[in-house]
């Protein structure tokens, strides 16, 4: 392996294991039905007392703008209230779990929903670099998070990879319309599942989290939502510029000999041929157009019409309101470096250390950090360290502390946390470094909110029992803080006061600061959005 051709940058990188679906489980059914200015919502009573309703919530032709629906139907045609929606066509599943025809949601309502007000929604916006995932992902089913937060959970889906962010006549986002769309689905529909569509809280890990980030920056989106919750978000990417959308394109336009404005040529190719040539385009991405990370290259653009700012150090912020909830793992790196950096059981000599910087960061940006006391790489010890360390604080912790303190230096607020607890996602399972103790890696914070760990342990019940509760504050008022509960303390420009959730390993709680200071990360090292300059 030539250590000087991996990157950090790998990082959130994170193909899926072929796994069998179904990953939510079933209940032996009972049927509910809904009326709703759409039509009558059939559904199901599943675990833990929510009646699920699976819907397709707009329409589409391949690489034409969605449309929210206009009546009420099941998933892909479907006759069965009970079915769970097929997933959006991606690789690593079975071609039989996924159809274009995918721009659905799960409703996720608890039986005995507080009667005397309209409830509040949480809207789940799933990860998968913007390439994979789906409402079906394990560990999403929501009827737990519904009953405990007395508040209707929707999962939804966008279209994915080049099918929703490579139009070949040169359109952009119409992954985040996707949302926007669902969002307005729901406007129509929440009041009559004892639902206020004005009271709409998006969460969402990774990708997902990417995805609110574009809806924050996106002024048409912002009377939809009234907060977010940003899991694990890996703000260093930015958005992408239009030009090198446009580069994107024209390569992948070329990739699948299509021109831009032949659309028979485009309506004719297969699924495998699109996604043959997505994968080709995103495994060169990097190499061809740095500015677009080895991680997730395609994700959202600014692309000043729909997206109107990059929400970073790059230009002058807007004015913000909405409330933030913005939370990491301990160990966000830990998979890319354990796993796809350096997979295997052995120890890395602290000699490589700098090279795996060197590609991520570039000679400029690695002479400060090795000159710098936040990363110490000890001679006799291993180099997946400090690597880890550097991954977590790069991609993931300052940039959204950075994004923390400009929020609120604009007039938003903003609550930051840490998970120190986790469960393991089926993902990590493989990886030792992510089953050791204290280790939380990527994704391993979806099984605590959603209260889905299997076999969960004493702690990881505590954890998911506190951020339920927090979760339910906050998406009926805006501030997590709840009588009982430890404070946490709302981010300043000065201090962000991350607060450690599970087992709390520093005094007070609160993460320390180290390498996400003002001055260090976004000052003197910039990160990829400023250094490509987006
Ligand atoms: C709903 O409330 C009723 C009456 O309090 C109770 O008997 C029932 O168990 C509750 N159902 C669920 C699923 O919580
Ligand atoms: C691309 O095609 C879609 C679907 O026909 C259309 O709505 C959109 O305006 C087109 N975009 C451009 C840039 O021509
Ligand atoms: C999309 O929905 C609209 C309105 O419900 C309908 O007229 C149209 O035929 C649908 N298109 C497809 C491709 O299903
Ligand atoms: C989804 O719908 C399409 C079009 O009706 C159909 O051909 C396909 O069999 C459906 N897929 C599943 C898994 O039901
Ligand atoms: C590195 O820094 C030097 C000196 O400031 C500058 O001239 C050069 O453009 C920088 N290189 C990159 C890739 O930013």
Known sequence: MV????SLLMLATLPYAT???????????????????????QGTLDVDGANRFAVRYANSTRWAPSAVVTEWNLPNGSDDPTALPLQCPQINVDPSTYSEDCLSMILYVPVNLTADSPASTLVWI??????????????????????????????????????????PNGSTNYAVEDVINALKFLGQVLPSFGGDASMITLA?????????????????????FRSAILQSD????????????????????????????????????????????????????DDLFPSTGQGEPLHPVLDGQLVTTPLDSTAPFPAVSKPLLLTNVHNEAGPTIYNLVFPGP??????????????????NRTAIVMSSPFYPVDPNGDARVPLQVLGTDYIWRCPTWTLARNWVANGGSAFVGMYTVGATYPLNADIP???????????DDIYIVFGTAPDPTPAQSTLT??????????????????????PWLPATTSDVYAKEFGVETTPNGEVPIRACTPSFWGEAVQYDYQFFDI
Request: charged fraction near 10%; charge should be negative; include cysteine.
């Open 3 to 6: 250590v000087s051709s991996l």
């Open 19 to 41: 796994w069998a679906i179904p990953a939510v489980h079933f209940i032996a059914a009972r049927a509910v039905s809904v009326s709703t200015p759409l039509g009558t919502a």
């Open 126 to 167: 799933h990860g998968g670099s913007f390439d994979s995932g789906s409402a079906t992902f394990p560990g999403l089913d929501g009827s737990n998070l519904a009953v405990a937060t007395d508040s209707i959970v929707a999962v939804i889906q966008y279209r994915l990879g080049a099918l929703g962010l490579l139009i």
């Open 204 to 224: 969402g890990q990774s990708s997902g989290a990417g995805m609110i980030r574009t809806l924050l920056a996106a002024p048409s989106a912002s009377s939809l």
């Open 433 to 443: 470094y992510c089953l050791e103790d204290g280790v939380v890696c990527h994704q």
């Open 465 to 486: 029992a506190e951020m339920q509760t927090r979760y339910k504050a906050f998406i009926a008022t805006g501030n997590p803080n709840v009588p009982g509960l430890d």
């Open 234 to 285: 890996p703000m260093d990417y930015g958005f992408l510029s239009l030009d090198t959308q446009a580069q994107l394109q024209s390569t992948f336009n070329y990739l699948v000999s299509c021109s831009a404005s032949d659309t028979a040529c485009q309506m004719a190719l297969t699924l495998d041929e699109i996604l043959n040539a997505q994968v080709t385009l995103e495994n060169e991405a």
């Open 346 to 363: 052995d120890p890395i000599p602290a000699v490589e250390f700098e090279p795996v910087v060197d590609a991520s960061l570039g000679a």
